[in-house]
């Protein structure tokens, strides 16, 4: 059993099947265990925390790269399925209209981008040996000094854990990846 930040007592095994649900995981699952993620911001601000529970996360143009090409790796079919418009801007009528109609949408130049790094990401024979005989975004929930703390491994395979990473800054990414 793990006792939730409301206090409930939930079924590990109930709660690990639920998570493949990204709704559940990102969404009443986000109120109830802690992440890296709510971590990181709890240590930068309790209220930033909070807000970010009230009002979700703002999302930077790297966030939204990194999830794209997150989602072509591992979850191509997850990805066809997005909404992408051929927009030269995000402030066009035609973008807004989109966004109000799909709630998630993305520019033909973010799909573009993100399969050309889906493209030399297969095309890596390393990075191809890492994803051999792995599953993709394994979930696992458990306690962390008392306190109930969910995650996702972006690929886990026998010997394994890896997670994807982008960057916009090359030159520093070992230090970003340390970080």
């Given amino acids: 059993m793990i006792e939730l930040l409301n206090s409930s007592q939930e079924c590990e095994e109930t709660l ?8 559940f995981y990102y969404g009443e699952l986000n109120k109830l265990a802690l992440s890296s993620s709510t971590v990181k911001l709890l240590n930068d601000s309790p209220k930033s925390y909070k807000n970010a529970l009230k009002y979700g996360n703002a999302q930077t143009q790297g966030m939204r790269d990194g999830w794209l090409f997150h989602t072509a790796i591992l979850e191509p079919e997850k990805f066809h399925q997005l909404h992408f418009v051929n927009v030269k801007s995000k402030l066009t009528k035609a973008y807004k209209e989109a966004k109000l109609e799909y709630g998630q949408v993305f520019t033909q130049k973010e799909r573009e981008d993100a399969e050309r790094l889906q493209d030399a ?33 972006d690929i886990l395979g026998r010997d394994r854990i890896v997670d994807l990473k982008t960057t916009t800054d090359i030159k520093n990414f070992d230090k970003s990846v340390e970080k």
């Fill in 16 to 23: 690990i099947d639920a998570m493949y649900d990204d709704d």
């Fill in 121 to 153: 990401f297969y095309r890596n024979e390393m990075a191809l040996k890492m994803i051999q005989d792995s599953e993709f975004e394994v979930p696992m929930i458990g306690n962390v000094l008392g306190m109930p703390f969910r995650g996702k491994a």
